[in-house]
């Protein structure tokens, strides 16, 4: 799209500044408009900290309150845009609701014409310019302190004083105009002028991207005599429809329920724009009866723009309400849910790349995934099926039943559903660590990608134990079939204990066992050896059997010490005090070289010590 507009619209404006140089005055006030936006958006995320993420994941709970949320926000940051492109990145990580990001949008809607206001009522009758510079010299102080904080503050002192300079150079251009050229001459009226003046409207703010700039572009407009209100309030209308393109823009890289929501923004101001447009003219008389009411002078046509803006906004939500549920089944067909591809991230995708809260829940998500594919490759490379460990209370007993070899290419299996997602998670993490974001979340990041890569060193390890578990387990064949059992078991075994830890709340959540199982691990590795000696010794074990059965222990206890450690670093969210109280007891790495008896298990097979042989882990 960019390959054909812009040389377009670069060339009008080099035609209009050879024709006018009053126009280089407009054009400035845009773009130093357009600019100050821009500051105040990065000012915002910089200061914020996540504080809008945070509240917009829980101000969607019904849609008064969503609606209510998505007025608040967009009144406060002057940027509807801004509000539908979070809107869109929470959708697309799972963290609200469709019903929820449209009562967002809704709400988005209403809070944007409180910036018509702002500009009629001051920006208009006040020289703001006077404002302006204090501003942004005060800014610039601001941006360059080490504080987060106050550099975000600085950001948006920058912003509001360059917002504040774009509408003086916007107002100043066009009343230039009226010693030179009377655009006025251009009016139409009737049908084709709300037609025509419609469609500017709307090409004006695709090109800009901004509804916000289009109204102020209106409103210093009609102010200056340059645009009759009948064709300002087309613009209007056009403008509303204009803005979506924000949000196409910014579903394009989202997944199926950010696209929904672009949809449904696009239709609620699409039905919005043909209402107005059908009675425009008894708009037009509430907007008189109203301005009257209020006190708002016949000619201040500036003013009644702002009313005719609130007006029609207010309506459509009126309107579009009782069909939300119609909406969203309509939604909900049009744009169905894909059919779950494992293989595939699910939650990983451009529209959540923008807001540090959504990069690191995406990723969350995405690793949980990833997780998933994981622990049921792992069982099924041993033979057990996922569903039945999950679900038994005898967990040696399950895995002694399951002598039924399961088809399976592990290599094949692994590739689809565990590197893709592995390397897609990599990427995503390398590419949210170019961003600016706060130590502790990029810290968070790092520690999810070293999850995932723990993951996947489990399942490689296991991939290495699938031959011989097919080839001892799938009959019993003595002692050698029972070793196999006992590392299948305890394998199993952890993944059981895992899964508890997903479906407890957080903060019953303790790392004292997992501390316990690694001091198992590592006293069952010491044993094993002396144990298989014995078994050679009593004729009970050949050494082929034996020496393959000490190699792949080596991978087992790897692959458990992996799983043990991503479970550490996923599922282990402490506050100060439990952290502090769980020092305290919980046991010290060089404790883990101590042996302790007492934590052995009478089912635990005994495994090899792996720190002396050639098992080593692939990184």
């Known amino acids: 799209m960019t390959r054909y507009y812009l040389p377009i619209v670069i060339a009008t404006l080099l035609l209009a500044f050879w024709f006018s140089p009053d126009a280089q005055q407009i054009a400035a006030g845009v773009a130093i408009f357009l600019f100050g936006m821009m500051m105040l958006e990065d000012g915002f995320k910089l200061f914020g900290g996540g504080a809008l993420e945070k509240v917009l994941e829980r101000a969607t709970g019904s849609t008064p309150r969503a609606i209510t949320f998505g007025i608040i926000s967009t009144t406060l940051l002057q940027s509807s845009s801004l509000v539908s492109i979070i809107t869109i990145s929470f959708l697309s990580a799972g963290l ?3 019903v929820g990001g449209v009562g967002i ?3 988005a809607n209403i809070g944007t014409t409180t910036g018509a206001w702002l500009v009629a009522g001051l920006g208009l009758k006040v020289n703001i310019a006077a404002y302006a510079m204090p501003m942004i010299a ?3 102080i601001l941006v360059f302190q080490k504080s987060k904080a106050l550099r975000g503050i600085g950001y948006a002192l920058a912003g509001l004083g360059f917002l504040f300079l774009g509408i003086h150079h916007m107002k100043v251009g066009f009343e230039a105009f009226n010693d030179q050229i009377d655009l006025t001459r251009f009016a139409l009226s009737g049908l084709l002028g709300l037609f025509i003046y419609s469609l500017i409207g709307t090409a004006a703010t695709v090109v800009m991207q901004s509804s916000h700039a289009t109204m102020v572009l209106i409103l210093t407009a009609l102010a200056a005599g340059q645009v009759s209100y009948e064709n300002a309030l087309a613009l209007a209308i056009g403008a509303n429809i204009g803005t979506t393109i924000t949000a196409i823009i ?5 997944n199926f329920q950010g696209k929904r929501l672009a949809l449904a923004h696009l239709i609620f101001n699409v039905l919005t724009a043909f209402v107005a447009l059908v009675f425009i003219s008894p708009l037009r008389d509430a907007v008189d009866w109203i301005s009257a009411a209020v006190g708002i002078a016949s000619g201040d046509f500036a003013m009644k723009l702002a009313v005719f803006h609130t007006i029609f906004n207010t309506l459509g939500v009126a309107l579009m309400l009782p069909l939300l549920t119609k909406l969203i089944s309509f939604l909900e067909h049009r744009i169905p849910e894909p059919l779950p591809d494992v ?21 969350q998500k995405e690793t949980l995934h990833l997780y998933e594919n994981a622990a049921e490759l792992i069982l099924h490379g041993l033979n057990l099926h996922r569903d039945q460990i999950f679900a038994t209370d005898d967990i040696a007993g399950t895995v002694r039943r399951s002598r039924t070899p399961i088809e399976l290419d592990i290599d094949e299996r692994y ?3 565990v590197k ?11 590419r949210a660590g170019d961003k600016r974001l706060a130590p502790e979340i990029a810290g968070r990041i790092y520690a999810l990608r070293e999850v995932a890569s723990d993951i996947v060193q489990a399942v490689k390890s296991v991939k290495h134990l699938r031959k011989n578990v097919q080839r001892y387990t799938t009959r019993p064949q003595g002692v050698v079939t029972e070793l196999y059992d006992g590392l ?21 959540r303790s790392a004292l066992w997992l501390d316990q199982e690694r001091v198992e691990i590592e006293n069952a590795t010491r044993s094993t050896t002396a144990r298989v000696d014995a078994l050679i010794r009593s004729g009970d074990l050949n050494p082929t059997a034996a020496t393959s059965f000490l190699n792949d222990a080596g991978y087992a206890y790897n692959a458990m010490r992996d799983l043990i450690a991503a479970a550490r670093s996923y599922y282990i969210e402490r506050d100060d005090a439990i952290a502090e109280v769980e020092r305290l007891l919980s046991l010290e790495d060089e404790e883990l070289d101590e042996p302790m008896s007492q934590a052995k298990r009478v089912d635990a097979p005994e495994a090899p010590d792996t720190r002396n042989t050639s098992v080593t882990k692939e990184r």
């Open 138 to 140: 005060l800014s610039i």
């Open 420 to 430: 893709t997602l592995y390397s897609a998670i990599v990427e995503f993490a390398t």
């Open 343 to 363: 293989s595939r991230p699910h939650f990983l995708n451009e529209a959540i790349d923008e807001f540090p809260q959504t990069l690191e829940i995406a990723l």
């Open 105 to 107: 949008i809704f709400g």
């Open 96 to 98: 609200i609701s469709l």
């Open 250 to 254: 910014g579903s394009l890289g989202a």
């Open 415 to 417: 590739e689809n559903r």
């Open 488 to 508: 299948r078991t305890e394998i199993a075994r952890i993944a059981v204990e895992i899964r508890k830890l997903g479906l407890v709340a957080p903060e019953e």
